[in-house]
């Protein structure tokens, strides 16, 4: 048991950017890049671990701000960490909770030693420190844990961004002095907003800080698409080679493909589920909202060439019969397709990496993505 280890097996041929991985965790060994699945309260929302698993799911998110609250991280640590606890056999990723603490937080509650805010279940007030997210983390033993960071909003002003980007970098040494479980790796978040010089400056000092990976943070927050991407750009470039990095917070087919092409290995979303809930799947041709009027005597499955168990076994008229009715197994077959989906999406990504026509491969997909239904 240790930390996790990276090894870039190659780049696509002509695109140093371009990254086919292998991850190696205290849980397996998984190629890299992958799509992550969201259980935010340590379950993957109506999914069971064996469900997970069958969508070919490797590493597993959970939420160290709700885990604190809801059951308590001595919980999970009594039950043995959580893996334990939600008995997923594969590798865990927490979260430091900060993204839900600076949703809840206002900007006068942020101070250096920390975030004042209500608790979202009974508006108790509360207060998360770099060390607390940390030692939160160890007790809950997952196999990657996060630094603590501010998700700056967008837009915001330079001079915001900048205090808020070296703040996070104090932060974040604050919390590798407290970190103390020796089966877990811990990531460090780059940001910066949208700024070239300010990404590059947090990506070399967070590297100077030492971190056994590398995470964007700040984005998926609002800003368009390019901004996005170049945010990314402006980071992976500075990044160490044989470290992986993490997209946060992105799950969108076409962002996931621009990810790969600027060096992102990892990426997680709770999208697949929560669109699932509302009857929408991810499809080759866009979303599609299966509780529109024509799926309803339409007996073929979501998609014909996927190999998840709901095009295996299910129709879209009954998928719509289940979403229409309020069924929660209607939510259940579309959330295993999703993340199958994104799943699947990976493993062609790496596919087509192995063959050196990642940029084919993306430029294909793209196309038939945007010629919806």
């Not at 056999?89 to 909770?97: K, N, V, W």
């Not at 959330?335 to 062609?348: C, K, M, P, Q, V």
């Not at 990496?353 to 993306?362: G, H, V």
Request: aromatic share 10%.
């Amino acid at each position: 048991m240790g930390k996790i280890k990276y090894e870039l097996i190659k780049n696509n041929n002509g695109n140093e950017n371009v990254r086919l991985g292998r991850l190696i965790t205290n849980h397996g060994t998984f190629e890299t890049p992958l799509f992550m699945p969201v259980g935010t309260l340590a379950n993957v929302k109506t999914l069971t671990p064996e469900e997970l698993k069958a969508c070919g799911s490797a590493v597993v998110l959970s939420n160290t701000y709700h885990l604190w609250l809801r059951p308590g991280e001595d919980v999970v640590n009594k039950a043995g960490g959580l893996n334990k606890f939600m008995n997923y056999d594969g590798p865990t990723l927490t979260d430091s909770g900060g993204f839900q603490v600076f949703s809840l937080a206002k900007p006068k509650d942020i101070s250096e030693e920390g975030v004042k805010f209500k608790s979202h279940i009974d508006g108790a007030n509360l207060f998360l420190t770099p060390e607390k997210s940390i030692e939160i983390q160890n007790k809950l033993d997952s196999d990657i844990a996060m630094s603590f960071d501010e998700c700056a909003p967008y837009p915001a002003s330079r001079s915001y961004i900048e205090n808020s980007m070296r703040r996070t970098l104090r932060w974040a040494k604050r919390g590798k002095n407290v970190f103390n479980n020796e089966n877990q790796s811990l990531f460090g978040i780059v940001q910066g907003g949208e700024f070239e010089d300010l990404r590059k400056e947090s990506a070399l000092e967070t590297v100077r800080i030492g971190f056994d990976g590398y995470s964007i943070g700040g984005t998926s927050v609002g800003e368009p698409k390019d901004v996005m991407y170049n945010m990314i750009s402006y980071a992976t470039k500075y990044l160490p080679k044989d470290k992986p990095r993490y997209l946060m917070g992105v799950g969108d087919p076409i962002d996931i493909l621009e990810g790969v092409s600027r060096g992102i290995d990892m990426f997680d979303c709770v999208l697949p589920t929560r669109i699932a809930r509302h009857g929408n799947a991810f499809t080759k041709h866009g979303k599609m909202n299966i509780k529109n009027a024509k799926y309803r005597m339409d007996f073929t499955p979501i998609e014909d060439d996927c190999d998840c168990y709901t095009c295996k076994n299910y129709t879209k008229a009954y998928v719509r019969h289940l979403i229409t009715s309020k069924e929660v197994l209607g939510g259940r077959l579309l959330s295993i397709h999703n993340i199958r989906f994104l799943i699947r999406l990976t493993e062609n990504i790496r596919k087509a990496i192995k063959n050196d026509c990642f940029d084919e491969f993306k430029n294909e997909f793209i196309k038939e993505y945007k010629n919806k239904h």
